[in-house]
Structure formats: structure tokens, C-alpha cells
């Protein structure tokens, strides 16, 4: 059984840096393209980040371009998220995800089969 469990979140300050992470069990992390979403209140969820099973190839939203950075532990089966300069417009619950298909790189919640509980994270203006 898959599971992801992330930890992380947090209530920080505009400009303020958060790190998330996500641990994985029950895959084979290192055949799989991670991502993560985030889901703000009264709004869909949306894509942040992927990267690929490698780790060599890595896809941001516009929105967090250049703020955040993902990685990945392949040893560990662990995936990260650091946020900087962080702006309330990134207030949100933060979710990983994994797709069942391997070695595809994907940025549509829908493609994604398996995800964590999600982590919250508030930034105050």
C-alpha cells in the first residue's frame, strides 16, 4: 500500500523559508515522477513542482518560479519542497503526490493516484 506523509508546514511571515517533505513507502520511489499541489481555500487544487524519478529534470508553476525548489532523496524515498520568499498568496495546504504510471512525467492533478494528507502552510502578511 502507498503511502505518502508529508511534515513541514507552518505559519511564517511574508519573505520567510518553510522546507517540506515527504516520505514515501509501499513504491518503488526511484521509478516515479513526484509532485507536489497546493489547495487554497475555496479554490481548486493546483500544480506547483514535479520531478522526475531521476531527479535530473525538474517543472515549476510560474507562480513559484525561481522561489521554490524541489528535490528528491532516492535512498531515503523522500521528496522536498523549499519555499523561499514566501508570500501569503502561497497560503495553502500543501500535498504530495505520486502517479502509478513509471518513468512519465506528468502536471495534472489527474494524472497523480496516490497522495499524502497534505501539510498547512500560512504565510501572514
Known amino acids: 500500500q502507498v503511502q505518502l506523509v508529508e511534515s513541514g508546514g507552518g505559519l511564517v511571515q511574508a519573505g520567510d523559508s518553510l522546507r517540506l517533505s515527504c516520505a514515501a513507502s509501499?513504491?518503488?520511489?526511484?521509478?516515479?515522477?513526484m509532485g507536489w499541489f497546493r489547495q487554497a481555500p475555496g479554490k481548486e487544487r493546483e500544480f506547483v513542482a514535479r520531478i522526475n524519478w531521476s531527479g535530473g529534470n525538474t517543472y515549476y508553476a510560474d507562480s513559484v518560479q525561481g522561489r521554490f525548489t524541489i528535490s528528491r532523496d532516492n535512498a531515503k524515498s523522500t521528496l522536498y519542497l523549499q519555499m523561499n520568499s514566501l508570500k501569503p498568496e502561497d497560503t495553502a495546504v500543501y500535498y504530495c503526490a505520486a502517479p502509478q504510471v513509471m518513468f512519465r512525467n506528468f502536471e495534472k492533478p489527474s494524472d497523480y493516484d496516490y497522495w499524502g494528507q497534505g501539510t498547512q502552510v500560512t504565510v501572514s502578511s
Open positions: 509501499g513504491l518503488t520511489f526511484t521509478f516515479y515522477t
